[in-house]
């Protein structure tokens, strides 16, 4: 199955705005239907459209794997219920001032790393929601490792300046084969411009043809 190309709201930047597990995807309630139904097609999950604490960057405030989904703080119980309604997975809505969950934690089903400035109790309840080892790390020595790697659980696709040392954890917790590359033309934030799971990737529209088999080879989901 190849790449696909997609934006959100015009932006290329697709990993910001929307979540995806292997079965489930949570959009901006602005998405168009017609959207939906392609993001719903190529990564054969149920969409969910709404908001987290009120905004719709639900990429970069929100983890996940198939188990559960950690939250910020400003998450209201409508936006829980909506979640609820359509994913029976444990649901954390964290109690701290750290609210960009997404950024700060790199996850799949077998792991997940986390922002080594992270409370142990904070990881703890992670690591209960998500029901996966959680260790704390860092990718290209930046501690937000949410934003600078994405990973499924098939593969992961890291900041190019990934240090040896970081990709053994890499491969240790989450499981998977770890590569490096980049993003809607040249961007290290990888999650910032991909959506993926087990079935299919999509990258930001502006995204080039050597990131996108660079991508394909990294997620493995190239037939």
Same mark, same amino acid.
């Given at each position: 199955?190849?790449?696909?190309?997609?934006?959100?709201?015009? %932006?290329?930047?697709?990993?910001?705005?929307?979540?995806?597990?292997?079965?489930?995807?949570?959009?901006?309630?602005?998405?168009? @239907?017609?959207?939906?139904? &392609?993001? @719903?097609?190529?990564? &054969?999950?149920?969409? $969910? =459209?709404?908001?987290?604490?009120?905004?719709? +960057?639900?990429?970069?405030?929100?983890?996940? %794997? !198939?188990?559960?989904? +950690?939250?910020?703080?400003?998450? %209201?119980?409508?936006?829980?219920?909506?979640?609820?309604?359509?994913?029976?997975?444990?649901?954390?809505?964290?109690?701290?001032?750290?609210?960009?969950?997404?950024?700060?934690?790199?996850?799949?089903?077998?792991?997940?790393?986390?922002? *080594? =400035?992270?409370?142990? @109790?904070?990881?703890? =309840?992670?690591?209960?929601?998500?029901?996966?080892?959680?260790?704390?790390? @860092? $990718?290209?020595?930046?501690?937000?490792?949410?934003? *600078?790697?994405?990973?499924?659980?098939?593969?992961?696709?890291?900041?190019?300046?990934?240090?040896? #040392?970081?990709? #053994?954890?890499?491969?240790?917790?989450?499981?998977?084969?770890?590569? *490096?590359?980049? $993003?809607?033309?040249?961007?290290?934030?990888?999650?910032?411009?991909?959506?993926? %799971?087990?079935? !299919?990737?999509?990258?930001?529209?502006?995204?080039?043809?050597?990131?996108?088999?660079? $991508?394909?080879?990294?997620?493995?989901?190239?037939?």
């Amino acid at each position: 199955m190849p790449v696909f190309l997609f934006n959100i709201l015009g %932006n290329a930047s697709i990993g910001v705005y929307c979540l995806a597990t292997d079965e489930i995807a949570i959009v901006p309630p602005q998405i168009t @239907e017609a959207k939906a139904e &392609k993001l @719903e097609e190529w990564l &054969k999950v149920k969409v $969910i =459209r709404s908001t987290v604490g009120g905004s719709t +960057v639900i990429g970069a405030l929100a983890c996940a %794997n !198939s188990n559960g989904i +950690v939250l910020p703080h400003a998450t %209201n119980e409508d936006e829980v219920a909506a979640i609820k309604s359509a994913a029976d997975v444990k649901i954390a809505v964290m109690q701290t001032k750290k609210t960009a969950y997404g950024n700060l934690v790199l996850s799949n089903d077998h792991g997940a790393i986390a922002d *080594v =400035r992270l409370e142990k @109790e904070d990881m703890a =309840r992670i690591e209960d929601t998500l029901d996966v080892e959680v260790v704390p790390g @860092e $990718i290209a020595g930046l501690e937000y490792v949410g934003s *600078v790697a994405m990973a499924t659980s098939k593969g992961v696709l890291a900041h190019p300046l990934l240090k040896a #040392e970081e990709k #053994e954890t890499l491969v240790d917790v989450l499981k998977v084969n770890v590569d *490096v590359g980049t $993003i809607n033309c040249g961007i290290p934030y990888v999650s910032t411009g991909l959506l993926g %799971n087990s079935h !299919s990737a999509i990258a930001g529209s502006a995204t080039t043809g050597p990131e996108l088999f660079m $991508i394909g080879q990294a997620l493995d989901v190239v037939e």
